[in-house]
């Protein structure tokens, strides 16, 4: 999408499907831009990236704000929540924008895991990878069978709804 000069503006767990064959798909356009820039505060607050956050006083953005949600994507899908998910909006929101980013620092990540992850959480948006860059990162390279990431995601959701309904 950021090829044809589109800049989701909301990616986040809820809006990657999977189908029964495997192929992720990216869900939920509505805040999409399709400037290589934008300047307006939108999108999901905890995937926000802080240069989003900071848009009104500092400036526009571009398509490495999505590169930042998907690493907070990538961050929730192993903790189960994005960062700063125990604080109220408004917080969160000041601690994205003012705070050290976060990192993928536990032990039972594969070192693959927390560079991928972590190399997309850069304050700086010229720090963060391209898209391109991202698929040549071994984390992304390694070849898994779609019947993996179909049994992963039937693990996932019945450990979902076993949380749900203890809670």
Known sequence: IHSCNLIHRDVKAANILITS???VKLADFGAASLKSC????IG????MAPEVILAMEDGQYD????????GITSYELGEKNPPNFN???MRA???????DPPQLLN?????DYKSFTNSMLKKNPEDRPTVEELLKLNFVKRQHSSSDLINLLIECSKNARKS???A
């Open 87 to 89: 604080m109220n909006t």
């Open 44 to 47: 999901s607050p905890f995937w």
């Open 21 to 23: 064959e495997g192929v």
């Open 93 to 99: 929101l000041y601690h994205i924008g003012q705070s």
């Open 63 to 70: 398509a490495k704000a999505d590169i930042w949600s998907m």
């Open 164 to 166: 749900e309904s203890s």
């Open 107 to 111: 032990k039972k990540w594969s070192e």
């Open 38 to 41: 934008a300047n307006t505060f």
